[in-house]
């Protein structure tokens, strides 16, 4: 058993029904007790989809266990394909239906019904929601395209001189972070698209598939597993560069004109993206150095960790993932920024580390919201699970060099802005003009309200043996609240290493020029 | 699915169609989200899967600020190949909870789809641990598994389990228990209306602390403030309690049928109670002239839900005009509705249970102006056309009494005006 409060991801099932959502023609039979179609609002409430998902439940009762649940499958299933007479229809278990092992895939395959139907197995003790999509993505195209397998040993012939290449896109799905703008995003990067899925697409499309040259994996997550099977299958090179950011969409490109053997690519990133000229304007200097800790899905966390450090002249000071699947690459990278990679998905250990590190920015899920705002630091959402402000009206990718810009005002916004910066240590004792105040441009989110209660000290802080004078205590609190909690944090540090029981301004101004960079 | 009728004890009424089929309702867990609100020093602790912790943040819509006072004990692959001993891990789960919360005074086990039908004993897992955490922690177990309970009943389920170990008032002096989780504010303004009529003791149960739960005995008058607690209610009768006979307080009319149960329980002279009700009588009266100028003639219709939608059907028929299409509950209990179901119109149509397409294909095809569904399915129908109104939040808001009647409303009028005012 595993303690948990809150969960990044839910259950395998979820990530069925995410596909089973995203896509045209398909629908799911799930095999679930009636608690199970809180899925819905899911896709109802977060996303506002205009549709219920095209999910059946059977909704079986425990006065249905003593007699018959599979009769109740069979039953279901008919009825399902008699009304939505769908293309494919998936069949998979709930994790209560897993316990009662009714098989419905085996049954509904036995059913003789005329729809192809593809069997979910769906995991759910041991998986999570992510992987429940990859799954589910992975087992409707293979099911799909086993039958046009070429023999193995088959090699792929070269693209006939003079037609333009194509690429599919894989992996944005409903529910995901952007996806719905990501995909116009990054076809405006590409001269002819192949098949775009799941998001928008039938079975028949899937079908084309393997017509294309290459395929793009843009979510990981999602479509990692399949992108392999048909680079093993059908010898179709994998584009595994996700393009978020200015110099992520540029290797892309870079590589997508490798791997289809283009010899140029006309695209700059200056001419169509406004990043890098707002990042070097001077009023972007205050950026600088500002702390930023990054926990989101491993796609969302690498990307951010890079952008933030290259384009935006972050310090990364947290960079972690709750995708287990995905947590080697995230170790690498944190390696790279000289970090630990926090991996878990147990959100109080995020909010510890958020805590103790003292950022100045968070960028994570809206697990990671929650905890800013508790802590009272600025956040910005930058990957699943999101709410419902996170599916904004407007047209507001992450990817490409339009997603780029998005991302710069979206992360620059929660900061306090670079003369505010100064106004506030300036006019620390004016009475309406002073840290207690939120920025002005964030006063509707709140308010004061927000403003958190004094940043808790660091691990050990509260040992009797280090004090506060008062004196110093005083002139801590004269330092803006937006460094108050790194400089109380340094300060302690620095008095700890060096053995000074009791902190007086002086030790205050040792640590802040032994910290200064 | 098949449509089995059942006679009806309303003459000239129409019967009661049971449904079988898909069902489009939460499961008991869900009423963790106002229960731990409600009852302060205890803590919620699910022993169930990923679905139902993810249930849980999914129906609260948003993450409560605070610390919750829930949590889940997901069952994995080692706990169900019988690698962990279950008790071992319920220990180890229950002591992180206890480490975390030490200001807790009591664990609710609630038992889910995955541990019932593993067949985890969770009522012998909370004698132990009670045993272990002797007198400083008290465990409970009871179910909120979908395949047990839908929705509120919950609630009824949670409350049940408590009934058994209630201490036992064997005073002889009659004492009111007003049963069902009410917001503080409600039930504060019941607390005084008692107070003036000059009943008492009044006990409402569930208490605020799990520790001051209250005593219940032959002379426990019995009101219930909330429509789904059938349960309950043969748990406390079978510790001698009496239950009252009255419709639920929705608005004027139903407040006034409720306080008056228990005013003549207690003996309260005619007088007296006529003076005590009249002025927030009239206020609740009054505030629902507004509404109900917007709401008569409008035709509502009722998905199951909360249980709470006969109840509703009637204050909104008799007491703001509204014509009532299909009314779907999960569940129809003979005993709890019985002062509801003589108050709402011949020939309505009832429906108990659920099969989700045809009921939905109805509603289509009666288009009322307004339908009470869960969250899953309001949009959907708002994206038809149809205006809706989100059931959760009638079980979220203040909702009950006199000074509530006039925000009921509100609740119902609110689609509508905002139909009216949108031009885009
Ligand atoms: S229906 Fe059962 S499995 Fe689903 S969330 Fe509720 S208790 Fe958990
Ligand atoms: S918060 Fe308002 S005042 Fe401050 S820099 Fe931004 S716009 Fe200017």
């Not at chain 1, 992987?131 to 012939?157: D, H, I, K, M």
């Not at chain 1, 951010?304 to 002249?313: D, K």
Request: with cysteine.
């Amino acid at each position: 058993m595993e303690l948990t409060f809150w969960t990044y991801e839910g259950p395998p099932h979820v990530g069925a029904i995410r596909i089973a959502n995203s896509m045209r023609g398909v629908h799911l039979l799930l095999h679930s007790p009636q608690g199970d179609t809180y899925a819905d609002l899911l896709f109802t409430m977060i996303e506002r989809d205009r549709k219920r998902p095209p999910v059946t439940y059977t909704t079986f009762q425990a006065r249905d266990l003593g007699s018959d649940t599979a009769e109740l499958v069979t039953g279901t299933l008919q009825s399902t394909v008699d009304r939505f007479r769908p293309s494919v229809l998936l069949v998979g278990d709930s994790c209560t239906a897993e316990l009662i092992q009714d098989q419905p895939g085996t049954l509904a395959t036995g059913a003789g019904l005329d729809v192809p139907i593809i069997p979910l197995e769906m995991l759910a003790y041991s998986r999570k929601e992510n992987w429940g999509a990859a799954e589910t993505f992975y087992s409707l195209v293979r099911g799909l395209l086993n039958r046009q397998a070429p023999e193995p040993g088959w090699t792929r012939p070269a693209r006939p001189q003079g037609q333009r290449p194509k690429v599919n896109l894989l992996g944005p799905t409903s529910l995901g972070f952007r996806c719905r703008d990501d995909i116009i995003e990054v076809q405006k990067l590409l001269e002819s698209v192949g098949v775009v899925a799941p998001l928008g697409a039938s079975p028949q499309d899937l079908l084309r598939i393997p017509e294309a040259d290459a395929n793009i994996c843009l979510y990981p997550e999602v479509a990692d597993t399949t992108c392999a099977w048909l680079q093993r299958t059908f010898k179709q090179p994998t584009i595994s560069t996700v393009p978020i950011g200015v110099g992520a969409t540029r290797d892309f490109l870079q590589e997508l004109a490798e791997t289809l053997g283009l010899t140029e690519c006309e695209v700059t990133a200056d001419a169509v993206c406004r990043l890098p000229w707002y990042s070097r304007s001077v009023d972007s200097t205050y950026l600088t150095g500002k702390r930023v800790f990054i926990f989101a899905d491993a796609t969302h966390a690498l990307a951010a960790a890079r952008m933030a450090r290259e384009e935006l002249g972050f310090e990364v000071v947290g960079l972690g993932t709750y995708s287990r699947e995905q947590a080697r690459a995230v170790r690498k990278a944190a390696k790279d920024y000289g970090l630990e990679a926090l991996i878990t998905d147990n959100y109080l250990e995020v909010e510890k580390a958020v805590a103790e590190l003292q950022p100045e920015l968070v960028l994570g899920t809206q697990m990671e919201r929650h905890i800013a705002k508790k802590l009272g630091i600025g956040c910005a959402v930058i990957s699943t699970p999101a709410h419902v402000q996170d599916y904004p009206a407007r047209y507001s990718p992450q990817m490409g060099f339009e997603g780029a810009n998005v991302i710069f005002d979206t992360w620059v916004h929660p900061l306090v802005m670079g003369l505010e910066e100064h106004l506030l240590t300036m006019f620390r004792d004016d009475f309406e003009f002073n840290d207690d105040k939120v920025p002005s441009h964030l006063a509707a989110v709140g308010g004061t309200s927000h403003r958190p209660a004094e940043a808790p000290a660091a691990e050990g802080a509260d040992d009797a043996a280090l004090r506060w004078e008062a004196d110093a205590e005083k002139e801590l609190k004269k330092i803006p609240f937006f460094v108050r909690g790194k400089a109380r944090r340094n300060t302690e540090k620095y008095a700890m290493e060096r053995g000074v029981a009791a902190i007086n301004v002086e030790t205050l101004y040792e640590a802040k020029a032994h910290f200064s960079r | 699915m098949s449509n089995a009728v059942l006679a009806s004890d309303r003459p000239g009424s129409a019967p009661i169609t049971q449904e079988r089929g898909q069902r489009a309702v939460f499961c008991g867990l869900t009423s963790i989200i106002w229960l731990h609100r409600k009852i302060q020093d205890a803590f919620f602790l699910v022993v169930g899967s990923r679905t139902c912790a993810h249930l849980i943040q999914s129906a609260a819509g948003v993450m409560i600020f605070a610390e919750p006072r829930f949590a889940t004990a997901v069952l994995q692959d080692r706990d169900l190949a019988g690698l962990a001993d279950a008790n071992e891990e319920l220990d180890r789960v229950a002591a992180q909870v206890i480490a975390r919360r030490p200001e807790i005074k009591t664990v609710f086990l609630v038992s889910s789809c995955p541990s019932e039908v593993i067949k985890l004993d969770l009522a012998n897992a909370a004698q132990r641990l009670g045993e272990k955490y002797d007198g400083r922690v008290r465990f409970i177990d009871y179910s909120g598994s979908g395949i047990e309970t839908t929705f509120t009943q919950g609630e009824d389920s949670c409350l049940e389990s408590l009934a058994a170990k209630l201490p036992a008032d064997d005073s002889g002096e009659p004492a009111l228990m007003v049963a069902g989780s009410l917001p503080d504010i409600v039930e504060d303004q019941f607390a005084r209306l008692f107070e003036q009529l000059g009943i008492g003791p009044v006990h409402f149960f569930p208490a605020r602390s799990s520790t001051a739960m209250p005593p219940v005995g032959p002379n426990t008058r019995l009101l219930l403030a909330q429509p789904f607690l059938g349960n309950a209610t043969r748990a406390l009768e079978k510790r001698g309690a009496k239950l009252l006979k009255a419709p639920y307080p929705y608005g004027a009319e139903g407040t006034t049928a409720w306080l008056r149960a228990a005013a003549d329980a207690f003996g309260v002279a005619p007088g007296h109670f006529e003076q005590v009700t009249a002025a927030p009588r009239a206020r609740a009266e009054r505030a629902l002239e507004a509404p109900r100028e917007r709401l008569t003639g409008k035709r509502i219709t009722f998905l199951p839900d909360s249980q709470m939608e006969l109840p509703l059907a009637r204050f909104l028929q008799r007491e703001c005009g509204m014509e009532l299409g299909e009314i779907g509950t999960p569940f129809f209990d003979q005993q709890t509705m019985a002062a509801e179901l003589p108050l709402l119109p011949e020939g309505v149509r009832i429906t108990e249970g659920q099969d989700l397409d045809p009921q939905l294909d109805r509603v289509r095809a009666a288009r009322p102006d307004l339908t009470v569904c869960g969250l899953g399915i309001a949009n959907p129908l708002e994206s038809e056309g149809l205006r809706t109104k989100w059931s959760i939040e009638l079980v979220f808001t203040p909702v009950h009494g006199y000074d509530q009647a006039g925000d009921l409303a509100g609740l119902f009028t609110r689609p509508l005006a905002r139909q009216d005012m949108l031009e885009v």
